[in-house]
């Protein structure tokens, strides 16, 4: 099914899932369709996309998630890991609690790189349609999350993202290089810690550095969805970026992209049988 707008989302949440596992991929989407006017015209969104983060979980193939949920617009249009109200004064001038302050929540008015994105400022109306779509996406989230509790008694949600190979000028580690992959947990509060060291295992087996909450804990998704107490679980998966792409020609390379595709497939296939 899409989204509340046309092409905003893609999802598939069966209503007798098999699986108690959920799939979030919020910034692999790289579409600005019916948005271009707000955005300056040289902005790259490639640039802070996720991008192939979508391919590397197999989204909408016949060996990928069962039930999954991915953006297919930019997050540059609107930022499906943030909260609604995290806005700066200059991107939602009308807004009547702005608090951002680094200029990149859930409408990016600055690249990670420190270059303008948007050509004007947003008016409320506009900015009330684009939360619209993340009261879709989310809602998606939680029905399907609902249904593998249900089922199952317990439900995982895991949030796929990636990430630049080193801290960029926006970024609190800048110029610092990252682990090849780190889970966030929100430190622990957003799933069980069985959850995590299972996912820490699984890539530190490959041969890859894993570092947990460097320097991502999870955002919105995680902290919104996740409640363990409730039974239900949700982590957030960073991969670094130059681990299967060129991060300047913004292509897949090979055997990288490969591996990576391979190690996902059979983390999602183990956690399928993680008892929580």
Same mark, same amino acid.
């Given at each position: 099914?899409? *989204?509340? &707008?046309?092409? =905003?989302?893609t999802a598939r949440t %069966?209503?007798?899932?098999?699986?108690?596992?959920?799939?979030?991929?919020? +910034? =692999?989407? &790289?579409? /600005?369709?019916?948005?271009e006017e707000t955005l300056t015209p040289e902005l790259e969104v490639?640039?802070?996309?996720?991008?192939?983060?979508? $391919?590397?979980?197999?989204? *909408?193939? =016949?060996? #990928?998630?069962? &039930?999954?949920v991915a953006a297919q617009l930019s997050r540059f249009v609107c930022d499906l890991n $943030?909260?609604?109200?995290?806005?700066?004064?200059? =991107?939602?001038?009308? +807004?009547?609690?702005?608090?951002n302050v680094d200029g990149r929540g859930f409408i990016w008015a600055v690249t990670t790189a420190g270059v303008p994105a948007m050509s004007r400022p947003l008016s409320i109306s506009e900015w009330r349609g684009r939360t619209a779509i993340h009261a879709a996406y989310h809602d998606t989230i939680r029905r399907a999350l609902a249904r593998a509790r249900a089922r199952f008694g317990?439900?995982?949600?895991?949030?796929?993202?990636?990430?630049? !190979?080193?801290? $960029?000028? #926006?970024?609190q580690d800048r110029g610092h290089p990252r682990a090849a992959v780190v889970p966030g947990d929100r430190?622990?509060?957003?799933?069980?810690?069985?959850?995590?060291?299972?996912? !820490?295992?699984?890539?530190?087996?490959?041969?890859?550095? &894993?570092?947990?909450?460097? %320097?991502?804990?999870? *955002?919105?998704? /995680?902290?919104?969805?996740g409640r363990p107490g409730d039974g239900i679980h949700a982590i957030q998966i960073e991969l670094r970026r130059d681990l299967y792409m060129d991060e300047e020609r913004f292509v897949t390379v090979e055997p990288g992209a490969?591996?990576?595709?391979?190690?996902?497939?059979?983390?999602?296939?183990?956690?399928k049988t993680l008892r929580l």
């Amino acid at each position: 099914m899409l *989204g509340i &707008v046309e092409g =905003a989302f893609t999802a598939r949440t %069966p209503g007798e899932p098999s699986t108690p596992l959920v799939v979030s991929v919020p +910034h =692999a989407g &790289v579409s /600005t369709a019916g948005y271009e006017e707000t955005l300056t015209p040289e902005l790259e969104v490639r640039s802070d996309a996720d991008l192939f983060v979508d $391919r590397l979980y197999g989204i *909408g193939e =016949a060996d #990928g998630p069962e &039930v999954f949920v991915a953006a297919q617009l930019s997050r540059f249009v609107c930022d499906l890991n $943030r909260d609604p109200d995290d806005v700066c004064p200059g =991107a939602v001038p009308e +807004h009547p609690t702005a608090r951002n302050v680094d200029g990149r929540g859930f409408i990016w008015a600055v690249t990670t790189a420190g270059v303008p994105a948007m050509s004007r400022p947003l008016s409320i109306s506009e900015w009330r349609g684009r939360t619209a779509i993340h009261a879709a996406y989310h809602d998606t989230i939680r029905r399907a999350l609902a249904r593998a509790r249900a089922r199952f008694g317990y439900a995982i949600l895991v949030d796929g993202h990636s990430m630049p !190979s080193s801290g $960029r000028a #926006g970024h609190q580690d800048r110029g610092h290089p990252r682990a090849a992959v780190v889970p966030g947990d929100r430190d622990g509060k957003s799933c069980a810690p069985a959850l995590t060291a299972l996912v !820490s295992r699984h890539f530190t087996s490959r041969g890859l550095e &894993v570092r947990p909450n460097d %320097p991502y804990k999870g *955002g919105y998704i /995680t902290a919104h969805h996740g409640r363990p107490g409730d039974g239900i679980h949700a982590i957030q998966i960073e991969l670094r970026r130059d681990l299967y792409m060129d991060e300047e020609r913004f292509v897949t390379v090979e055997p990288g992209a490969s591996r990576m595709r391979g190690a996902i497939n059979d983390l999602l296939t183990d956690l399928k049988t993680l008892r929580l």
